[in-house]
């Protein structure tokens, strides 16, 4: 895939470990395992204590872990999902209703299961992510981006809403858009409030004419997909910056918190945050939700474990 496709990935697919997205309700795994919760148990945090600490009721009981002690499952409330079993062909898709007894309760062709994580697979299409249909006639012309709606049928298709209207679809039939909610762009041309090359933040929907919004640092204006670029560097991307100083050393490694107003990147770093210029960045060569084996090993960690970047 590379890096610039992993990244494309990670924006759409997985849910950063920042413990701002840690909320009541959310699923999380701990990154630790015992008799009480093995490798592999979900839990659902039902309460944020004083200090800070997730309460999680696993299927084995409750407890309070700090937040960086926890990883995001991909699984949510509402995510988009297909079961590996025979039952269903992989163009059925189903919805993540709850979780109970360290099973979720899925909703697929209008009958709820309960399935294991492991019997599950993520959507490559979730609600309000842009996409294309890969055929074309006078409904739907070529290059035409839809939007994904949180509504699915008892034939396990999805409604993506077009500039003309709203048709249900297989995901077979479907293909991601170069641009996404949230995504970091530059327009290909430019203008006296847009300077060649300036980043913006994709921040609103489609629009009746297929146009989506985008913030830059003096205004925000509305653009065809075909007009934009999605950018190398995204919010987590892990990046080096081109210099160094007694703050920022050689080698450092810093993750993109995000875009501010003035059109600059912030990047924590070990030693702090602060803000560069797109051009002043590189990304590193791992990228959060890569999956990557360490070169030693331990009691915690086995020779050949894999783990996958937060």
């Given at each position: 895939?590379?890096?610039?496709?992993?990244?494309?990935?990670?924006?759409?697919?997985?849910?950063?470990?920042?413990?701002?997205?840690?909320?009541?309700?959310?699923?999380?795994?701990?990154?630790?395992?015992?008799?009480?919760?093995?490798?592999?148990?979900?839990?659902?945090?039902?309460?944020?204590?004083?200090?800070?600490?997730?309460?999680?009721?696993?299927?084995?009981?409750?407890?309070?872990?700090?937040?960086?002690?926890?990883?995001?499952?991909?699984?949510?409330?509402?995510?988009?999902?297909?079961?590996?079993?025979?039952?269903?062909?992989?163009?059925?898709?189903?919805?993540?209703?709850?979780?109970?007894?360290?099973?979720?309760?899925?909703?697929?062709?209008?009958?709820?299961?309960?399935?294991?994580?492991?019997?599950?697979?993520?959507?490559?299409?979730?609600?309000?992510m842009y996409v294309f249909w890969i055929k074309s006639d006078d409904d739907i012309p070529a290059g035409h981006m839809g939007e994904v709606l949180a509504d699915i049928n008892d034939e396990g298709r999805v409604k993506v809403k077009f500039p003309n209207g709203r048709w249900r679809f297989r995901p077979s039939e479907l293909v991601r858009g170069h641009v996404q909610p949230g995504?970091?762009?530059?327009?290909?041309?430019?203008?006296?409030?847009?300077?060649?090359?300036?980043?913006?933040?994709?921040?609103?929907?489609?629009?009746?004419?297929?146009?989506?919004?985008?913030?830059?640092?003096?205004?925000?204006?509305?653009?065809?997909?075909?007009?934009?670029?999605?950018?190398?560097?995204?919010?987590?991307?892990?990046?080096?910056?081109?210099?160094?100083?007694?703050?920022?050393?050689?080698?450092?490694?810093?993750?993109?918190?995000?875009?501010?107003?003035?059109?600059?990147?912030?990047?924590?770093?070990?030693?702090?945050?602060?803000?560069?210029?797109?051009?002043?960045?590189?990304?590193?060569?791992?990228?959060?939700?890569?999956?990557?084996?360490?070169?030693?090993?331990?009691?915690?960690?086995?020779?050949?474990?894999?783990?996958?970047?937060?």
């Open positions: 895939m590379g890096i610039f496709g992993q990244l494309q990935s990670t924006l759409m697919s997985f849910m950063s470990d920042d413990p701002e997205n840690m909320t009541e309700g959310k699923y999380v795994y701990w990154t630790k395992q015992d008799d009480d919760v093995p490798r592999g148990h979900v839990g659902e945090i039902v309460d944020i204590q004083s200090d800070g600490d997730r309460r999680v009721k696993f299927p084995n009981g409750k407890w309070n872990f700090a937040p960086e002690k926890l990883n995001m499952c991909d699984f949510q409330k509402g995510t988009f999902v297909h079961a590996t079993g025979d039952d269903y062909d992989f163009d059925t898709v189903g919805e993540v209703k709850d979780l109970e007894d360290g099973k979720f309760i899925v909703e697929i062709k209008g009958e709820k299961e309960k399935e294991k994580p492991k019997h599950l697979v993520r959507c490559d299409f979730q609600p309000g995504a970091f762009v530059q327009w290909k041309s430019s203008n006296d409030d847009i300077a060649t090359g300036e980043l913006g933040k994709v921040t609103g929907s489609l629009d009746d004419d297929g146009k989506v919004e985008v913030q830059f640092a003096k205004d925000a204006g509305r653009f065809r997909p075909e007009e934009l670029i999605f950018y190398e560097i995204q919010t987590n991307s892990f990046v080096n910056w081109r210099k160094s100083d007694d703050d920022v050393e050689t080698g450092d490694v810093g993750r993109v918190e995000r875009l501010k107003d003035n059109g600059k990147l912030l990047v924590a770093f070990p030693k702090g945050s602060w803000s560069f210029h797109p051009g002043e960045l590189r990304l590193f060569k791992l990228q959060p939700g890569m999956l990557v084996t360490w070169e030693s090993y331990d009691d915690d960690i086995g020779k050949h474990d894999i783990g996958r970047l937060p």
